[in-house]
């Protein structure tokens, strides 16, 4: 992930204009997925692999504009579709930290900014597919049997539900189903497939599982969801709309992802 992919054609909103801070809130609660998405969020490990305080980007760039206005704020991990089901009531949780754009969520949250965005792969098993899969463009993957986890989102892929068996719960169990055969291949973003070494799951170092980027494919831009019940929800956004902004053109969200940033391993 790189910032100069923070294209003017991928921020939800445009310019943010400066402004005063949001006075009327002193305290947000989020949630993410319970499974973690490195290097974006997950807990970081002891030596034993015992895990213990949540870290990664977005963590630290939502902890960065809180601190400096003065707002406390929680994280906790729920299974992904507990999470955005129960911030968009935005009582109990009101933020969710990753969210890529699908128009049932654009109905639930106001999208903040774009603060990154990651490639997409598609990984297949050389087991069952021992002379390799060439997609050539995202239209080919419609000729494919497509496996993913229960509650993400395929539409920016251009896959309807119906074309996804999302009964996979977790990445052990959707790399299994692959390589039993189960479906052909399963779509991610690079990055999290990568950064999943970081709580010790190295995932690509399984030599029997196969990734190439989808040709064709546009970057995918995430943004902080906020439950648009929830209050106080234009005056968060636009607070967190001015300092993302802030954040972009100072440098500093590209210092804080160099933080994380993994060397991508050449397409095996």
């Keep these: 992930m790189t910032h100069a992919w923070l294209p003017r054609i991928l921020l939800a909103g445009g310019l943010a204009t400066m402004g005063p801070a949001c ?16 290097p974006y969020v997950y807990r970081q490990r002891a030596s034993d692999g015992t895990p213990g305080k949540l870290t990664g980007y977005a963590v630290d760039v939502i902890n960065e504009i809180f601190t400096r206005h003065g707002i406390r704020s929680s994280l906790t991990l729920l299974p992904w579709p507990r999470c955005q089901a129960v911030a968009s009531l935005g009582k109990q949780y009101q933020m969710v930290l990753n969210l890529s754009y699908n128009p049932e969520r654009m109905q639930n949250f106001l999208m903040t900014r774009a603060y990154y965005t990651t490639n997409t ?18 239209a080919d993957l419609h000729n494919y049997r497509v ?8 539409l920016n892929y251009g896959l309807a539900a119906s074309e996804v068996d999302q009964g996979a719960r977790d990445f ?17 973003k690079h990055e999290v497939m990568a950064g999943f070494a970081a709580i010790g799951k190295d995932y690509l ?8 980027r989808v040709p064709g494919l546009r970057p995918t831009a995430f943004y902080l969801g906020i ?16 300092e993302l902004l802030r954040m972009e053109e100072t440098g500093r969200l590209a210092a804080i992802w160099r933080k994380y940033a993994r060397e991508e391993r050449q397409d095996r």
Excluded: T
């Excluded at 006075?23 to 490195?38: F, L, M, R």
């Excluded at 496996?147 to 395929?154: Q, R």
């Design 23 to 38: 006075a009327s809130v002193n305290q947000v609660a989020i949630c993410e997925d319970e499974n973690e998405w490195p």
């Design 121 to 138: 792969y598609y990984y297949y098993s050389r087991r069952q597919h021992p002379k390799g899969m060439k997609i050539k463009s995202p």
């Design 147 to 154: 496996c993913g986890i229960h509650g993400y989102n395929y």
């Design 172 to 188: 052990s169990a959707l790399i299994a189903k692959v390589h039993a055969g189960r479906c052909a291949l399963f779509l991610e």
């Design 205 to 212: 170092a399984d030599p029997e599982l196969a990734g190439e």
């Design 227 to 242: 439950s648009r019940r929830y209050e106080h929800a234009q005056e968060l956004r636009s607070l967190v709309d001015d």
